[in-house]
Each structure stands twice: as structure tokens, then as C-alpha cells.
């Protein structure tokens, strides 16, 4: 089925521990984004993308790096895990106009908890 | 600075009891007001874009409007399937990017 596919769904680090999560659309959408969901907090924007070759910062970036070598794919790298990042993750995209634009297709989310 | 705001927090409601959820929103020059429903687990669904003043949408139980200042998301005679978080989103920036606010926690008792 068409959507967007985020692994792993749980993960565990320990403070200093380096991982990626994985995120890949098979829908064309040029737009893809990474956000956080902490209690009372709602969706935080991390990183964004507007296409292959092009990111930027969102509201929460710190401790957070990602590329976009492809339309499908785009992964979010934690470079040193603290446990201030335990979160849920959500991984979204949508195509960049159209009747679909700013219509933001989710992924079903990647928890990581941070010892 | 651009803020969504939702009321409240959370919901409780008897199956078949009417009610709305609240999204007031500071943005300028707005773009769109977005509706989604999340469900334990799962990541959000989109229900709803609202464009203009006075416009609404139904889905249906639940029926969007908007104003200049904020959104409602009345739900007519809900039932237990309801039950979910509702959140609403504005775009912002160049690339339109979703500001969200904190969500509803919508429960209906059967």
C-alpha cells in the first residue's frame, strides 16, 4: 500500500549512542518532514525537506541530522542520544501543489527512548 | 510569533452528547487551517482543510468551521468510535510548513 514507512517502530539507546531512523515514501511527494510528539506538547517540527538535495531546520534541530539523497527517502540521524530526545517520532510528507498540497501523509511513528 | 491554541485538553462525552473543540490561532496572512484525528499509536489523519472565513466542512459527525481568529470542530451525536485526539494545524514559513497545536483528547463513553 501507498504511504509513508517508518522503521524501527521501538527503539532503546543509551545516552551517547548514535542511530538513524528510517523513513521512505512511495507516493513521488517532493515534501517530506520529521516531527516529535511529546505529551502536552503536540508535534514539533525537527527537519524538513523540499526536495532530493535540499533541507532545513524546523523548530526543534538540535541533536538532530538529516539528508535527502532521493525523493523516497529521508532519515533522521541522532548523532548523540540524551534522554531529553525520548520521544515519538513521525516522519510526514506531501506533494509540494496540487488539490494535495500542505495535506500531510504520516507515517505510524517511531517511539525511542533514551535511557 | 505565529501560535495555535486548543481547548481544551481533554474531552469526556456521553454517547449521542453534542459538543466542539476549540482552535484559536494567531497567524498572519493564513493559509489554510488544517484539521487532523490521531489514534493511540498511529500517526495523525487528515479530516479537514478550511481556506476562509465562513467556510465549513462535514464529515459525518463531525462538521469544521473557521473564523478570522479560530476554528470549531463540533461533533454531532458521537459515538465510542469518535474517541481520539483531535489536532489543527497552520502553515507557516515558505515552505508552508505545519505548526500544530496540542491536540483534544476526545473520549466517548458508550
Known amino acids: 500500500n501507498a504511504g509513508v514507512t517508518q522503521t524501527p517502530k521501538f527503539q532503546v539507546l543509551k545516552t551517547g549512542q548514535s542511530m538513524t531512523l528510517q523513513c521512505a515514501q512511495d507516493m513521488n511527494h517532493e515534501y517530506m518532514s520529521w516531527y516529535r510528539q511529546d505529551p502536552g506538547m503536540g508535534l514539533r517540527l525537527i527537519h524538513y525537506s523540499v526536495g532530493a538535495g535540499i533541507t532545513d531546520q524546523g523548530e526543534v534541530p538540535n541533536g538532530y541530522n538529516v539528508s535527502r539523497s532521493t525523493t523516497e527517502d529521508f532519515p533522521l540521524r541522532l548523532l548523540s542520544a540524551a534522554p531529553s530526545q525520548t520521544s515519538v517520532y513521525f516522519c510526514?510528507?506531501?506533494?509540494?501543489?496540487?488539490?494535495?498540497?500542505?495535506?500531510?501523509?504520516f507515517g505510524a511513528g517511531s517511539r525511542l527512548t533514551v535511557l | 510569533e505565529d501560535q495555535v491554541t486548543q481547548s481544551p485538553e481533554a474531552l469526556r462525552l456521553q454517547e449521542g452528547e453534542s459538543s466542539s473543540l476549540n482552535c484559536s490561532y494567531t497567524?498572519?496572512?493564513?493559509?489554510?487551517l488544517f484539521w487532523y484525528r490521531q489514534d493511540p499509536g498511529k500517526g495523525p489523519e487528515f479530516l479537514f482543510t478550511l481556506y476562509s472565513a465562513g467556510e465549513e466542512k462535514e464529515k459525518e459527525r463531525l462538521k469544521a468551521t473557521l473564523t478570522k481568529k479560530e476554528s470549531f470542530l463540533h461533533i454531532t451525536a458521537p459515538k465510542p468510535e469518535d474517541s481520539a485526539t483531535y489536532l489543527c494545524?497552520?502553515?507557516?514559513?515558505?515552505?508552508?510548513?505545519?505548526?500544530f497545536g496540542s491536540g483534544t483528547q476526545l473520549t466517548v463513553l458508550p
Open positions: 494545524a497552520v502553515p507557516k514559513g515558505s515552505a508552508r510548513q505545519l505548526t
Open positions: 510526514a510528507s506531501r506533494p509540494r501543489g496540487g488539490s494535495g498540497a500542505n495535506v500531510l501523509t
Open positions: 497567524v498572519s496572512g493564513l493559509r489554510g
